[in-house]
């Protein structure tokens, strides 16, 4: 009765237009919500230039010259939101708009010498100086990253697949970008599957050229960067038909448009049209009508064909001759990778120092607002996403100077960590976008706020240069047969880190305690079992299906669940294993403190994954004991926050505004 009296009283008033509230119905007014910058209340505990140099690695001064270039041109469409500038493109452009503000981009950086010695040059310096154009490329603007990434790809391939005539012909023009490239590989109907590639060549002996065809749809090119407005040469990827025989697939320079930009005679191209991301990059259809090429457009480095038609090659077997053609392929899964991580980096700044500004809820009555990382659940969500990206960085940083000192030894191992930590790399990034997205709340559906648009940007590196769950499949087999190789030769394991299968076999101990949890030794021990035994799994269920009559394929198709379980732990460890040799790099000190939580809170929630659980590797109440730990850790990572960020080296404008003073930023004067 009470409560429908208090609801009669109200109506009255409100049709009297009583002015007279009743006095349980009174409300006070709160203070309007201020920004207070997350510098005035955090402390940075440790260096973070010193921090930065061990995670960026190399070319310091060149990715913050690089930074400045883009900052300092209009072209890079900088705007003023809440007193500050932010440099990301204009994303309510149409598509064509988008890609004429790409080409425009990469012109300019083009004068200003930022690619010079990329293609003309030899040696590991250069080689690390692309990856981190690469990596600053990929935080302004995916679209940039990847009509870069097919471009000079294009002219990786001439490079290393070609001989002198061709790096004399066509290099430096490449590199100039007075030939603007594309990589012709993917098929409609094959995508990760090149050796079935359907495009076929043949030689004409009278002629001295190369006749390419499109024989049926399904061949035709698909999803070729650059190729529907822009590209004017581009490299085919074909099987070469020699007098009948095939022999394989090949690659042939191409020209597809003239200086005019005319489509070239024999040639049709269509545009993919648009897309979920990446509108900045023309994707492209090409079918090649019996186009001819002259004999010296074959990139030759690994088989040739002589003026009369004969094939010539060193290496007689068509596996290790492919094998060999493909090898230096690797750069694009590379600078996938490395891209991935740095696109964590943007993700991970923005949304930190948004929860270290942002307030929700009061604990208690007439207390302020929470700031959103005070709360353990926004800590646990966000602080191992932190500690992946970190762990990523130092193995991304072994990566490239793995590509970049590589030999022809070597590539076997460079496909191996490439295909590996390609997909470890970008599934980690869609995870850190997703969480990241929802961390901010309805911020993170802005467009401007970068976060939320960039997993639509990132979502394909799923299945760029190679679907991740073939890939994984791809890591197993090739452990596989490091595995047999060992036991017929009767010798110890020797590379890709499998020098933990020669030693005893660690033990979990029956009962984890803190101290043991954060032992480095016992972190290693735990991922090395892992992937021991899911090892030996593999091999013993992959013998018996073969013992039932199947093939080696169908034996892998059959244990592909234990495939990507065996793909994922090796990746993890050996992202732990550079983390580790990362850390003992450094003296004594705060930057070692706080690297090392960060290392076991890594190690923590790779040993928190099911798969522990599920092979016995971990009893319920361990698993348990993990899960409080890694709350300890996150609590105690929360006061090097923003350092932790800060130490990305991601400057201001490249972030985005909910990074700062968001109450400005939205203001009516703005609107």
């Not at 023009?173 to 060549?201: P, Q, W």
Request: charge should be positive; proline fraction near 4%.
């Amino acid at each position: 009765m009470e409560r429908a009296f208090q609801r009669t009283q109200v109506l009255t008033n409100h049709l009297l237009q009583s002015s007279t509230p009743l006095p349980s119905q009174t409300l006070s007014s709160n203070a309007c919500l201020s920004y207070s910058p997350p510098e005035l209340s955090e402390n940075y505990a440790f260096d973070v230039k010193e921090m930065r140099k061990l995670i960026d690695s190399h070319n310091l001064e060149e990715r913050d010259w690089l930074f400045g270039l883009m900052k300092q041109s209009e072209l890079f469409n900088p705007k003023v939101k809440g007193g500050k500038v932010f440099v990301s493109p204009d994303y309510n452009q149409s598509m064509e708009q988008q890609r004429e503000m790409t080409l425009k981009r990469i012109k300019y950086l083009q004068e200003r010498g930022v690619f010079k010695g990329w293609l003309t040059e030899k040696g590991e310096e250069i080689e690390m100086r692309k990856f981190s154009g690469f990596e600053i490329f990929s935080i302004y603007d995916h679209s940039l990253f990847t009509k870069l990434g097919v471009h000079f790809p294009m002219g990786g391939a001439i490079q290393f697949c070609g001989t002198k005539h061709h790096h004399d012909k066509w290099l430096r023009d490449t590199e100039n970008y007075s030939i603007k490239g594309c990589f012709a590989m993917t098929e409609l109907g094959h995508g990760s599957n090149i050796r079935s590639l359907e495009t076929v060549t043949t030689y004409d002996s009278n002629t001295g050229e190369f006749v390419i065809n499109t024989p049926c749809e399904s061949a035709q090119k698909f999803w070729i960067g650059g190729a529907a407005k822009h590209a004017t040469h581009t490299v085919v990827f074909s099987q070469l038909h020699i007098n009948g025989i095939n022999q394989g697939v090949h690659a042939f320079i191409v020209q597809i448009r003239d200086v005019d930009g005319n489509i070239c005679p024999n040639i049709r191209i269509a545009d993919c049209g648009h897309k979920i991301g990446l509108n900045g990059v023309d994707n492209g259809r090409i079918w090649l009508d019996n186009v001819r090429v002259p004999r010296e457009n074959l990139l030759n480095s690994v088989a040739d064909v002589s003026p009369d038609g004969k094939y010539l090659s060193s290496i007689k077997n068509p596996d290790q001759r492919f094998a060999a053609f493909m090898a230096p392929m690797t750069v694009g899964r590379v600078n996938i990778a490395i891209g991935a991580v740095y696109q964590s980096k943007v993700a991970l700044a923005i949304t930190i120092r948004y929860a270290l500004t942002r307030r929700a809820f009061s604990l208690k009555p007439n207390e302020p607002e929470v700031l959103l990382l005070d709360y353990p659940s926004h800590q646990r969500r966000l602080f191992p996403l932190v500690a992946k990206t970190y762990a990523m960085s130092f193995a991304a940083n072994y990566l490239k100077v793995l590509h970049a000192k590589g030999t022809p030894q070597s590539n076997k191992g460079i496909h191996i960590v490439s295909s590996s930590f390609k997909a470890t790399f970008t599934w980690n990034n869609m995870q850190i976008l997703q969480e990241c997205r929802e961390a901010c709340g309805g911020q993170g559906l802005r467009t401007e706020n970068r976060v939320g648009h960039l997993k639509g940007e990132y979502d394909v590196q799923s299945t760029f240069e190679g679907d991740n769950f073939l890939l994984m499949q791809l890591v197993s087999k090739a452990l596989f047969a490091e595995y047999m190789a060992a036991q017929k030769r009767n010798k110890v394991f020797k590379g890709l880190g499998l020098e933990h299968m020669n030693k005893p076999c660690p033990v979990i101990p029956s009962q984890l305690t803190s101290t043991t949890l954060r032992c480095s030794q016992f972190q290693m021990d735990a991922l090395c079992l892992r992937e021991r035994d899911l090892l030996n799994r593999f091999v013993a269920d992959v013998l018996k299906c073969k013992a039932k009559g199947e093939n080696t394929e169908q034996a892998f198709n059959t244990c592909y669940e234990l495939a990507k379980d065996l793909g994922r732990a090796f990746s993890e460890r050996a992202i732990f294993q550079k983390f580790v040799e990362a850390e003992s790099t450094l003296p004594a000190g705060s930057l070692k403190n706080v690297l090392g939580t960060l290392r076991s809170l890594y190690a923590s929630i790779c040993i928190e994954d099911v798969s522990f659980l599920r092979y016995g590797y971990l009893s319920v109440d361990n698993g348990a004991n993990v899960r409080r730990e890694i709350t300890k850790l996150c609590n105690e990572l929360r006061p090097h926050a923003l350092a932790l960020i800060s130490s990305f080296g991601i400057p201001d404008a490249f972030l985005s505004p909910i990074a700062f003073n968001w109450i400005d930023t939205n203001s009516w004067s703005l609107v």
